[in-house]
């Protein structure tokens, strides 16, 4: 039986009035997107769990602080107040703001990756491997085992593989790897965190080799609760406590504010030394905006001052990671396979278990993807050869060892009730699964290495 959940630690204030379109609405929705769950329209959709980027719900606190933005281009009150929420919740002197997470990477690998560099991850998310790949780079694997089988109970299935790690910096050497990044939580092996400990460690390598470590840190607040849940040592630490900690272990990080900060716009490149700040500045200023408003307005520069605490408040987050394991409860108790245990933001099914006749080559999890939108104008994403499968050096295709679809929560912007109906929704598409008898084809994909997913004209076909 699964146990009753938290009631939601908020009051809606404001509502945003939404609508179930028909099935024939749905049916015209795929065609017109080409059957890839971007294409469609935000009015074609009632439940939107595409991505928990920018989709969440801001506070009256953030509401409020819009009206105070200073907009000088330069020197503007308000990204001193980001700077300052920057040092108080994570400890950095640095700090440059950018548009979004991308925008970071854009600042990060474009300064410090270079043609033949190789760098090591846990796991990178799709626009961080694309990054590496503009620049010439490539993304090299690093976590556990565990985290390729989606049954398996470990509580940090986010972590590196030391020995992995350690056997990649022998490899190839300090000249070839310009830093090593790790992502917080490993949004690509299912919303899983890294614990305290393994992130130390891999900084005691890093170190030891002279090379950089960064956090993909979008994540970093629902990381920390998972810490001070699941990893013994740290259960008497508060969330803001263990994310300092956490924040220790790195040289510099990246952030998509849209996701953990609670903002709906923006980004940001933290640092430790301002020699490795000043190294980023010109990129900055490139393609973003002057240094000190990074191609934000001053009232989003306040908002994410704000949201930057407001995420480790804990009673916030106690509901959150609860939520997100209430949608896998009901569906683990239905039968769908999942990967366990739930992590923070997402639910991911796995789609290879859930329609095992359909080959990897023919997009299982984006198959499931247009299904639950059929079945309950819902939106999720698949995250498996669609978005991960690469040519190798004789251009044979080399398939992810996952094949996921993601069920992304928005924060704060869902009920309970909410999460009841996605569960019924793919409940009812379980139950026709073996029904499900078709592949999706390519038609029209953009030639940009690792951006596929984003763009492609998809068509379905008989299997």
């Keep these: 039986m699964v146990e009753r959940i938290m009631p939601e630690p908020y009051r809606i204030k404001m509502v945003e009035p939404v609508k179930v379109p028909d099935r024939d609405e749905r049916e015209e929705a ?3 997107a080409h059957y890839n769950m971007f294409g469609l329209r935000s009015q074609d959709v009632y439940i939107d769990l595409l991505t928990d980027s920018g989709t969440g719900a801001m506070s009256k606190y953030q509401w409020g602080a819009l009206m105070i933005g200073d907009e000088a281009y330069a020197g503007a009150d308000s ?4 700077k300052k929420a920057v040092k108080e919740i994570l400890g950095f002197d640095y700090v440059v703001p950018t548009h979004q997470g991308r925008a970071a990477e854009n600042v990060v690998f474009g300064t410090l990756v270079k043609k033949g560099d190789v760098v090591p991850f846990n796991m990178p998310f799709d626009t961080t491997r694309a990054h590496i790949f503009n620049n010439g780079g490539e993304p090299l694997d690093c976590v556990i085992d565990e985290a390729y089988h989606p049954e398996v109970q470990h509580p940090f299935k986010g972590n590196v593989d030391i020995k992995k790690l ?3 910096v022998a490899k190839y050497g300090k000249d070839r790897i310009p830093f090593v990044m790790v992502t917080i939580t490993n949004n690509s092996g299912g919303g899983q965190p890294v614990s305290l ?5 891999v900084s005691d390598v890093c170190r030891s080799h002279g090379i950089l470590l960064l956090l993909d840190g ?5 990381n920390a609760y998972f810490i001070k849940t699941r990893e013994e040592a740290c259960r008497g630490m508060s969330v803001a406590e263990i994310l300092k900690e956490t924040m220790n272990t790195a040289d510099a990080i990246t952030v998509s504010c849209k996701k953990d900060p609670l903002v709906n716009i923006g980004g ?9 700040h000043n190294s980023f500045l010109p990129r900055v200023i490139l393609f973003e905006g002057y240094a000190t408003y990074g191609g934000l307005a001053g009232r989003d520069l306040e908002a994410l001052a704000l949201g930057l605490r407001e995420m480790v408040d804990e009673q916030y987050l106690a509901h959150r990671v609860a939520q997100v394991r209430y949608l896998g409860d009901l569906l683990g108790e239905g039968g769908v396979p999942c990967v366990t245990p739930a992590g923070g933001h997402a639910i991911f099914i796995d789609a290879a278990a859930f329609l095992p006749h359909i080959p990897q080559s023919a997009y299982p999890a984006d198959v499931l993807g247009i299904e639950i939108y059929r079945e309950g104008a819902i939106r999720g994403i698949g995250l498996g050869a669609l978005a991960f499968a690469t ?3 004789t251009g044979r295709i080399v398939y992810p060892k996952l094949e996921l679809f993601r069920l992304a929560i928005n924060r704060r912007t869902y009920t309970n009730h909410h999460i009841e109906f996605i569960a019924q929704t793919i409940l009812d598409v379980y139950g026709r ?6 592949g999706l084809k390519e038609g029209y994909a953009p030639a940009v290495k690792g951006m596929k997913h984003f763009l492609v004209h998809l068509e379905p076909y008989a299997l």
């Design 197 to 201: 400990e393994n992130l130390r460690q």
């Design 433 to 438: 699964r073996d029904a499900i008898r078709y």
């Design 30 to 32: 795929l065609k017109r």
């Design 391 to 393: 040519p190798d050096e």
């Design 268 to 276: 940001m490149v933290c640092s430790r030394t301002e020699e490795l």
């Design 218 to 222: 979008a994540r970093m607040a629902e």
């Design 79 to 82: 990204f001193f107040s980001l």
């Design 166 to 168: 350690e056997a990649a």
